[in-house]
C-alpha cells in the first residue's frame, strides 16, 4: 500500500526564497557587507544555539517570551534572538585577545518566536556594526556610524534617505530639568509615537501619565523645533537649560554633526531629529534611525546608537559601544513588495557551454578558458536538441551562450551568440573572454 506524501511546507515567518530572488537578496548582502569591511569592520559569526544562562542574563518581559528554548540532555539551551547578546558575551569572554576599539561587522539570522504577520518573521538576518571600547570610546565613532549608512544606502541606491540623529543626554536632561525624571521612559514612549499618532494624541496620553500642562508646552516646543542642524542647535542652546547631562548631549550633537560633514556626508542626507528617543533602556548617547524618503511608511531601515556598557551582565569591564543594524530579510520584504527592488536575473552564468556531440574534453577546455577570463560559466550536458539548450539559456536569463560542434573542435573555436541580440560569431576559444567583455562594453 501507497505511503501517503507529506505535504511540501514551511512554518510561517520564515522566508524562502526562489533562485532569483535570491540572487537579489546576495547581491545587496555583499553590497553591505563590502560596506562595512571597507571601513575596517572585523568579520564574526557566533553560534546560533547558546546556554540559555548566557543568552538570556538581561532578557526579559516581552524578550524572553519569544525565546526559542529547548532542553538536549542536561543542558538548558536556546537560539540567539539577536546578534548584540552573544557580542557581549563573546567580547567579556576574548576580551583578552582582542584589539581595543574592537570593530566587528555580523550578518546573520536570529529567531524569535513572535506572531507572524506582513512584514515580521521568526527568522530573519541582522546586519549588524558595532565598535566596542575598553573604558572610553572616542565622539569621533559617533559620526562613523552614519558615515557606513550613508555608504551603504548610496550604494544600494533605494532612492533619496535621511539619517535622523538625536541624543539621549539631551532628552534625558531635558525632561530632568522639567522634574520629570520618574516619568522619562513613559513619556519617551509616548513621543516615539509621534510619527504614528499625531500631536494632539501625543498631548492626550500625556495628560494622561500626569504631566502638567506648562510642562506639556514645553515638551511640545522642544519636540517641535524646526530648522537646519545648526538652527537646532542654537535653539537648544536658547532654551537656556542648566542641566549638565543636557549640555553634554548639546555638545555632542554639535560635534557629531561637524565629523559627519567631515566624513563627506550630504547635509541633504541627515538631520538631527528630537522625537527619536531609541532602546529606552539601552542607549546612552547619540541615536540614529534611517528613512527612505519616498517610503516612509516602511519605517527605519537602520538604526542603532551608543550605549555606556555592552556587558554589565558578564564582566566588570566597562565597555561602551555605539553600533547600528540592518534587519535585512524584513527589508528585503519590504523593499520588493512596494516594488522598489525587481529580480533581473535567474542565473548567475554570463555564459552557457553548449556541446553538440563533441568530445568532452574540449568542451571543458573551452568552459574554463571564459571562467580564466573572469566569468561565470555553466555547462549544459545534456544530450538534448539545440533547441531545447538555447530555451534553457534564455529562461534563465543567460546573456551568453558558446556552441561548440565539430566545426568548432577541428578550428579551435566556438560560435558564440549574445542572446540579447540574437547576433552569432565565431571566435577561438582563447578570445571567448574578450568578445564578451567587447560586447558587455558596446
Known sequence: ????????????????????????????????????????????????????????????????????????????????????????????????QLTFPFKRYQMSKVYRGERPQKGRFREFYQCDIDIIGNGELDIAYDAEMPAVIYNVFRKLNFGKFTIRLNNRKVLNGFFESLGLENKVADIL????????????????????????????ENIIEFISIEGSTYEKINALRKLNIENEKFNEGVDELEKVSNYMR????????????LTIARGLDYYTGTVYETVLDDYRSLGSVCSGGRYDNLAEYYTNSK??????????????????DAGIIKAERSSLADCLVVPMGIDMSYTLKAAKAVRDAGFVTDVYYADKGMKHKMKYADKLGIPFV???????????????????TGKQISVSIEDIGNEIKKQMGE
Not at 504614528?196 to 506639556?216: A, H, Q, R, S, T
Not at 567631515?262 to 531629529?273: G, K, L, R, S, V
Not at 565597555?319 to 520588493?336: M, N
Open 319 to 336: 565597555l561602551p559601544g555605539i553600533g547600528i543594524s540592518i534587519g535585512l530579510t524584513r527589508l528585503f520584504s519590504q523593499l520588493k
Open 189 to 216: 514612549r509616548t513621543i516615539d509615537k509621534l510619527d504614528k499618532i499625531g500631536k494632539e494624541n501625543v498631548i492626550e496620553e500625556l495628560e494622561k501619565l500626569e504631566v502638567g500642562k506648562k510642562e506639556i
Open 1 to 96: 500500500m501507497a505511503k501517503d506524501k507529506v505535504k511540501p511546507r514551511i512554518l510561517t515567518g520564515f522566508m524562502e526564497l526562489l533562485p532569483e530572488d535570491q540572487i537579489l537578496f546576495n547581491k545587496i548582502y555583499d553590497t553591505i557587507r563590502e560596506v562595512y569591511e571597507s571601513f575596517g569592520f572585523l568579520p564574526l559569526d557566533t553560534p546560533v544555539i547558546e546556554l540559555s544562562e548566557v543568552l538570556l542574563a538581561k532578557a526579559g518581559g516581552e524578550t524572553e517570551k519569544q525565546i526559542y528554548r529547548f532542553s538536549k540532555g542536561d543542558n538548558d539551551l536556546a537560539l540567539r534572538f539577536d546578534l548584540t547578546v552573544p557580542l557581549a558575551r563573546y567580547v567579556a569572554q576574548h576580551s583578552g
Open 262 to 273: 567631515a566624513f563627506d556626508i550630504d547635509d541633504d542626507y541627515f538631520e538631527i531629529d
Open 402 to 420: 558558446a556552441v561548440l560542434g565539430e566545426d568548432e573542435v577541428k578550428t579551435n573555436t566556438a560560435a558564440l551568440k549574445n542572446m540579447a
